[in-house]
């Protein structure tokens, strides 16, 4: 094993392994944080500086300037760094990518829904569910509450985990903060509403056109770590070939889809935003009804699937001699 082929594996694997272990405290800064203000800043110029039959044009620089912006500035910092010295370097670039992938924070999450399921408290569950989605939670009873949970947690796979483990696998950390920044910019002005309509299209087009090969390879995972977890692999790639593309996201039915399949459980349905019913496909068969244990499963496939993952990626890695991160 070469030099470069180690530095790439052990970078991987740190940078995975200190996302589980710390995951975001909130007494580091975090990237996003920077994103989000400069994605706040970029849109107030933007409104001020082009009419509104020009903000379909002027959306265009959002990705632009956010994710190119975020992907030189990167590359600057490590080259800086690595002049300094390359283990300063290095470090550095394992917290970046870190700081790409939530699969701590994510498991969390859910937990602390399931937690307050299982303690039968229903408006702290409640709560603890409006944190993590857009939907409104206040009038959900427990089957409804689980299901935001579960969908949540099997959507977010996506784009908090095999997307910037796989950009960061293609282009290094610059490449996986460029893919947050797309991803940051979807979560902000990506909306189909008449604010964001025309300024966030680029945005949002962008991130499903990232997320497009990762949603893919993410349902197939699920379904090997479906037959690893003893679950209903057979279902989860059934549903999969069924309902994925009935969503309304190009990406977000496949992870869902799978999931669905491997609990023998149904989501999609009826959800609120805004005061605003919403209508989403059904994913999977209600081959039982959703209960709080759904989530702790839903974490457990998150897990699998992270692992295989990375283990895939690291392998992938030294096949390839280090070569794709020379």
């Not at 580091?28 to 107030?44: C, Q, R, T, Y």
């Not at 917290?95 to 229903?122: C, F, M, N, S």
């Not at 309509?197 to 949603?215: E, K, M, Q, T, V």
Request: positive net charge.
């Amino acid at each position: 094993m070469g030099g470069a082929e180690l530095t790439a594996i052990v970078m991987l694997a740190a940078a995975f392994i200190l996302d589980l272990l710390i995951g975001d405290p909130r007494w580091i800064p975090h990237p996003v944080i920077g994103m989000g203000k400069a994605i706040k800043k970029l849109e107030a110029w933007i409104r001020r500086s082009f009419q509104l039959e020009n903000l379909k044009r002027a959306g265009v620089l959002l990705p632009v300037l956010v994710a190119g912006g975020s992907l030189v500035i990167t590359w600057a910092l490590l080259k800086l760094l690595s002049l300094i010295h390359p283990w300063l370097a290095w470090a550095a670039e394992v917290v970046l990518i870190a700081t790409t992938i939530a699969v701590k924070g994510l498991k969390d999450a859910g937990l602390e829904v399931y937690r307050h399921l299982k303690q039968g408290d229903l408006p702290a569950a409640r709560n603890s569910l409006g944190m993590i989605v857009g939907r409104e939670t206040s009038h959900l009873d427990e089957p409804e509450i689980v299901r935001g949970t579960v969908e949540t947690v099997a959507e977010n796979i996506v784009d908090a985990v095999i997307s910037p483990l796989l950009y960061a696998l293609i282009g290094g950390t610059p490449l996986a903060m460029a893919y947050r920044a797309v991803n940051t910019l979807d979560s902000m002005v990506g909306y189909k509403n008449e604010k964001y309509i025309h300024l966030g299209w680029a945005s949002a087009r962008l991130d499903d056109i990232a997320n497009w090969i990762p949603a893919r390879l993410t349902a197939l995972l699920l379904t090997l770590s479906a037959l690893i977890l003893r679950m209903d692999y057979k279902r989860a790639f059934r549903m999969v070939r069924r309902d994925a593309r009935r969503h309304p996201s190009p990406n977000s039915g496949f992870p869902e889809s799978a999931v669905a399949g491997a609990l023998g459980i149904r989501l999609g349905g009826t959800n609120v935003y805004h005061g605003v019913s919403s209508f989403r496909a059904y994913m999977g068969d209600a081959t039982r009804p959703m209960e709080a244990r759904d989530i702790r499963l839903t974490n457990r496939l998150l897990l699998t699937v992270s692992v295989l993952f990375v283990v895939l990626e690291l392998l992938v890695v030294w096949g390839a001699g280090g070569t794709l991160w020379t």
